[in-house]
């Protein structure tokens, strides 16, 4: 079956680095559209970035942009999604979520554009 499986969250301090991983498979994603999302407390689910099926294309949200990369790895079962987080602050904590956009090969920005989505991992930054 379809399985997007996020990894590396935890606690991180400001100003420190974390770098997420989402392996997407069950299904091809080479040559989908994959992004990762995220939500803190008591807020919307807002986008963070998304990636094109070969990545040579990527778009962030203003929040993140020149401080997050996401990046992705065309296995041949299973593609591997990362997220790596610099200079990180309080505001960046959250839950993340990978998703999988399968009917697009270029990255989208709204959530309603994924069909597949990963359960999330916690991110937490101390002050």
């Known amino acids: 079956q379809v399985q997007l499986v996020e990894s590396g969250g935890g606690l991180v301090q400001t100003g420190g680095s974390l770098r997420l991983s989402c392996a997407a498979s069950g299904r091809r994603f080479s040559s989908s559209a994959m992004g990762w999302f995220r939500q803190a407390p008591g807020k919307e689910r807002e986008f963070v970035a998304t990636?094109?099926?070969?990545?040579?294309?990527?778009?962030?949200a203003d929040s993140v942009r020149d401080r997050f990369t996401i990046s992705r790895d065309n296995a041949k079962n299973t593609v591997t999604v990362y997220l790596q987080m610099n200079a990180m602050t309080p505001e960046d904590a959250a839950v993340y979520y990978c998703?999988?956009?399968?009917?697009?090969?270029?990255?989208?920005?709204?959530?309603?554009?994924?069909?597949?989505w990963g359960q999330g991992t916690r991110v937490t930054v101390s002050s």
């Open positions: 990636i094109n099926w070969n990545g040579d294309s990527t778009y962030y």
């Open positions: 998703a999988a956009a399968s009917s697009w090969s270029n990255g989208q920005v709204g959530d309603y554009m994924y069909d597949y």
